[in-house]
């Protein structure tokens, strides 16, 4: 089993307060891994840690096997590693293409075109961020967080806000690229269908630990995370 990312007794406290305690993480090069769980689970942090932008964290982090625990976000970026925020990262006042230009100045790449048609962003190069869609927004941010191809790619809810159909059509996208330019994905939602219909497997934090982790199938039939986090309606 080839490991894309892996993160091992991953911690970070705020001062008393441990928002993530000692989590084992291992996703396999071209998986779609989700993470989900209540609010104040973990998810976004964890993500922060894997990424470089939590400060102090403990634990190790590795990148393709090579220990990245040490490097800073731009460093783990250039090594081909990727994330988008819960808000969209993106300048109103800049036009789609003029975005992904800055991009791709940052990893030294100029797939933008490649980008843009990728995620159907060509009609709207020319356009002001500002004067394009929320849907279409939350596009670029995938968009911005793709140029120069990473081999890993850390979601943090990019579905939040979209309508079903807006969803369910990022999903696809998702897929596609998993499949077919090999990225492996970690993605926090909120939106289990979306998570049900494009991971391959799922992790599941409660109160900073890891509560559960396998296939759709078996999160679903998890007693305990039903009780924790899904309800009665998985």
């Not at 894997?50 to 096997?65: D, E, I, T």
């Not at 369910?168 to 690229?177: E, G, N, S, T, Y």
């Not at 219909?197 to 199938?217: F, K």
């Amino acid at each position: 089993m080839t490991l894309a990312i892996q993160g091992i007794g991953l911690t970070r406290r705020f001062g008393g307060f441990t928002a993530l305690d000692n989590v084992d993480i291992a996703i396999r090069q071209g998986e779609i891994r989700g993470l989900i769980g209540p609010n104040g689970a973990g998810k976004s942090t964890l993500i922060d840690v894997l990424s470089g932008r939590a400060r102090n964290p403990g634990g190790q982090v590795l990148l393709n096997g090579v220990d990245v625990s040490r490097l800073t976000p731009q460093q783990r970026r250039k090594r081909g590693m990727a994330r988008s925020f819960q808000r969209t990262n993106i300048f109103p006042e800049l036009s789609v293409e003029q975005q992904l230009r800055i991009a791709s100045w940052a990893v030294e790449d100029a797939d933008t075109d490649e980008v843009m048609d990728e995620l159907d962003l060509r009609a709207l190069a020319d356009r002001p961020a500002a004067e394009i869609s929320y849907g279409d927004q939350r596009r670029l941010d995938l968009a911005l967080a793709l140029v120069g191809r990473p081999r890993v790619l850390l979601l943090d809810e990019p579905a939040a806000g979209l309508t079903m159909e807006e969803s369910l059509d990022l999903a696809r996208i998702l897929r596609d690229l998993a499949n077919r330019w090999g990225v492996t994905v970690l993605l926090v939602e909120h939106d289990m269908q979306v998570v049900f219909s494009i991971c391959d497997q799922i992790t599941v934090l409660h109160l900073g630990r890891s509560l559960s982790e396998g296939s759709c199938a078996e999160v679903r039939a998890n007693p305990t995370v039903i009780a924790a986090y899904l309800g009665t309606e998985a």
